[in-house]
């Protein structure tokens, strides 16, 4: 607002002629105002013919006016000028988040550059020695820095200008015959080559990834309208109904109930779906920003510094999975109620059946057909291993972080933010997407397989913890002669017979999870349908001490 003020108040009181402030402000008659000078020298021109007229206004005199300086109005110029060199002064000082110029005494101003090899930051007028001196036109110039520090070596107070590979740090030049002496080391300048090569290739994975989920979006979309107007269609022909007896009469509308269940349930994990990937593309953009801005970090030092905590982001490579059936989804309903209307002995029987079974075949997001045997499913078989910082202390995590047993007593693990407080358990350190298998052999009295979203709570009793007691992980208990599957507190107790062997096939895109006993033959114990949101981890819960589970190959 204030620039804005300023900004009308030149305007106000700027010469139409020059349009510059005015100088020797005059009045002329019409009650316009100019510089002295400007307006004496437009009517310079004009005594020839003797006509003045005003630039504005065009008001003209055949006599030329007698020119006075206004005072009132130069004294208004003065101040304003003032207030505008003021404000010009106070831009160019440096405030709480500027870099400072290092050089300026008394009130700092604003520096333009950094120097890498100064490490000194520089205003307009301090800087000036680097573009004119031989020797300082070779230092590196960035934009205005305040890690400059940074690149000092805490142990020798000298710039560090190398890098250790082997501890993964800058140093400097002493530290790499002293305190680094035998390790991998290269210079910065070097080493950040090499991760800037690195950070290409991600950027590429993320940019990929991105146009790959913009078209998934839109295809589904695209689905989204050909099921509706399906389903209408289909909703239009089931109207045959209405030729048949009042029983079928009934059937009709049942059918029409299914149909509009099975649309609403198809779209919804479409639009669910679409959304999942519209989230994807926005964290990847974001990913992909971060990555760019440090891509264009100047300061080698700086670069290296950040690059660990960056890089860590995935690109997580992805390429078209959406799969399509054709544009046929409802139309057998159709076929099969015209079957009806030629069958009516067989109404309530199988014919009916296979109309109910025609519709709940729709299916928009086609998946790879869960296998069949346990061969098939080895096939997507999934090397995981647990996280000793998610473990509870009473679990004691071995063989190579694949097996935990609950010790009934702390291990001694230090203290971290992802470690379960109450509840005996444990995730996975890897996540899983796309089609993953993995079995488990258990032993004792009771433990639970599950997997579960990274953000479920870690502190407490309370079900928010708990795998298979809220809405963002799925278990299954298992017990010497049951098992019982939970989600969101509900349980479902599932009668077969018992094994020490649980088979576990996750198909994150189609939203399927079920769980198998594993003896001579695969015995489905329980399969979810869903969205899932996140990616997962797999989790184990031990009931009791000396209980123990472990992940096997084969």
């Known amino acids: 607002m204030e620039q804005r003020g300023h900004q009308l108040d030149r305007e106000t009181f700027s010469c139409s002629i ?24 437009l009517w310079n021109q004009r005594d020839q013919k003797g006509i003045y007229s005003c630039p504005q206004c065009g008001k003209t005199s055949k006599r030329r006016p007698a020119l006075k300086k206004n005072f009132m109005l130069a004294a208004l110029v003065d101040q304003l000028k003032t ?33 890498l090899f100064c490490l000194a930051s520089y205003c307009e007028k301090h800087l000036q020695p680097h573009y004119d001196s031989a020797p300082l036109k070779r230092h590196k110039l960035m934009e205005p820095s305040k890690n400059l520090q940074e690149n000092i070596c805490s142990l020798h107070d000298e710039v560090m200008k190398m890098f250790c590979r082997t501890d993964q740090k800058c140093i400097c030049y002493l530290c790499s015959v002293e305190e680094h002496k035998g390790h991998d080391t290269v210079s910065a300048a070097v080493e950040r080559t090499e991760r800037q090569r690195e950070l290409e290739v991600k950027v590429e994975e993320i940019q990929q990834g991105i146009q790959d989920r913009e078209k998934d979006v839109k295809l589904l979309q695209q689905e989204v309208e050909t099921i509706n107007h399906s389903a209408d269609k289909t909703v239009e022909d089931s109207e045959m109904f209405t030729q048949l007896i009042r029983l079928i009469h009934k059937r009709s509308s049942d059918v029409k109930q299914q149909i509009r269940s099975q649309q609403e349930t198809e779209v919804s994990r479409v639009k669910e779906l679409q959304e999942k990937l519209e989230q994807e593309i926005t964290e990847l953009k974001r990913k992909d920003a971060e990555l760019k801005q440090l891509s264009n970090t100047e300061d080698h030092n700086q670069f ?10 995935s690109g997580s490579p992805h390429s078209s999975g959406i799969k399509i059936r054709p544009l046929r989804y409802f139309e057998d309903v159709t076929a099969a109620v015209s079957e009806l209307r030629d069958k009516l002995q067989d109404i309530l029987g199988d014919s009916w059946t296979n109309v109910s079974l025609k ?60 470690r379960f407080t109450s509840w005996c358990q444990v995730l996975s350190r890897e996540s899983l997407t796309g089609c993953c298998y993995w079995e488990v052999e258990w032993s004792g009295r009771g433990v639970s397989v599950a997997v579960s979203y990274k953000n479920i709570s870690r502190c407490g009793y309370g079900n928010e913890c708990g795998f298979g007691y809220n809405d ?29 062997r649980v088979g576990v096939y996750l198909d994150h895109r189609a939203g399927l999870l079920s769980f198998y006993s594993v003896s001579d033959t695969m015995t489905l114990l329980h399969r979810v349908r869903t969205i899932f ?21 084969k």
């Open 83 to 115: 207030g505008l060199q003021a404000a010009h002064a106070d831009h160019c000082y440096a405030g709480p988040e500027d870099v400072a110029c290092d050089f300026c005494s008394g009130r700092k101003r604003k520096a333009t550059k950094s120097c």
């Open 472 to 500: 963002k992980s799925w278990a299954l208990d298992i017990f010497p002669n049951r098992y019982t599957f939970l989600y969101n507190s509900n349980k479902t107790s599932i009668s077969a017979p018992g094994s020490s």
């Open 304 to 313: 290296l510094h950040n690059y660990p905590s960056v890089s860590a982001l």
């Open 359 to 418: 519709i709940t075949d729709v299916d928009v997001l086609l998946s790879e057909p869960e296998p069949t045997s346990r061969a098939g499913f080895l096939k997507y078989s999934h090397e995981i291993t647990l996280d000793p910082n998610t473990a509870h202390r009473c679990l004691l995590i071995s063989e190579k972080n694949r097996k935990v047993t609950d010790m009934h007593k702390d291990q001694f693990y230090p203290d971290h933010l992802d």
């Open 533 to 553: 949101r996140q990616p997962l981890h797999a989790g184990f819960c031990i009931y009791n001490a000396g209980d123990s589970i472990v992940f096997v190959n």
């Open 18 to 41: 020059c349009l510059d402030l005015l100088k020797g402000p005059v009045t002329i008659p019409c009650g316009h105002s100019y510089c002295m000078n400007c307006v004496k020298v």
